[in-house]
């Protein structure tokens, strides 16, 4: 590997080593050359821990590993990766997914230099290729649902992600638009877009960092999250009125079930 490195690929992962290992070996395979695979583990208690030793002794100059002495959820796993990574670019991909294509990287660096939120298409486990051209109105609809930024297609400068203050720990779930619409909306980022299918997504997989603890206060916590990303994001009522309103109804939609 090159002593300089551009991009680190950041994989954060809870308890799902198999999977882990699919998306690994993805990584690995990349054209590429000037690049780090990180892997945060956020306390998993599977052989985890084993399989990256594994796979550090067959690439020591290619895999970093973060253990986490305890269990502290998505955005703490990020905004650690973040911290630790050595890269200019940070190349974003969940465990449970894994890139479609060697070339994944060489296609999102060829346009991360612009100082935009580079993201692309991605195919979903039942074969369906989502977002094969990025919206017209791209910005009105992030501001109420995202669905077409999807994460393990995406690359984003790393001082660019600081900048907009990192990941919002207060929050369990929806980090990763929330990320984007404080570059997109406080930040004036724009998104370059990849028109090439570059990930598989995959659908309902068990052991989310996002979403592992289900308890009886589940509900409540969740009423108390999404007013404070209600309230985050008052100030998109005046340029974005009916979208802000029409996310207030998703929110209350999500509630009432």
Known sequence: MDNKINVTVLITTFNRAELLKR??????KQNFKSYEILVVDDCSSDN???????????YPDRIRFI???????????R?????????????????????LTSDVLIEQ???????????GSVRNSEGRI??????????SRLVYRNGFIHTSSVMIA?????????????MSRGIDSDLYRRM???????????????SHYELGSANRITTKKRSKLKKAIFIKETMYVLFKYRFLVYKYPLEYFKRCLISLKYILR
């Open 23 to 28: 998306c690994l070996l993805a990584a690995l």
């Open 48 to 58: 985890t821990s084993e399989l990256i030793d594994e796979l550090i002794k067959e």
């Open 67 to 77: 253990s986490k002495a305890s269990n502290c959820g998505l955005a703490h796993s």
């Open 79 to 99: 905004n650690l990766g973040l911290r630790n990574a050595k890269g200019k670019y940070i190349s974003f991909l969940d465990d449970d997914d894994f890139w």
């Open 109 to 119: 660096y060829k346009k991360a230099s612009i100082g935009k939120i580079v993201c």
């Open 130 to 139: 989502l977002t094969k051209i990025l919206p017209n109105d791209w910005k």
């Open 158 to 170: 790393k001082e660019d992600i600081h900048l907009a203050g990192g990941f919002d720990e207060k």
């Open 184 to 198: 997109v909306f406080q930040f004036d980022v724009g998104i370059a877009f990849v028109p090439l299918v570059l």
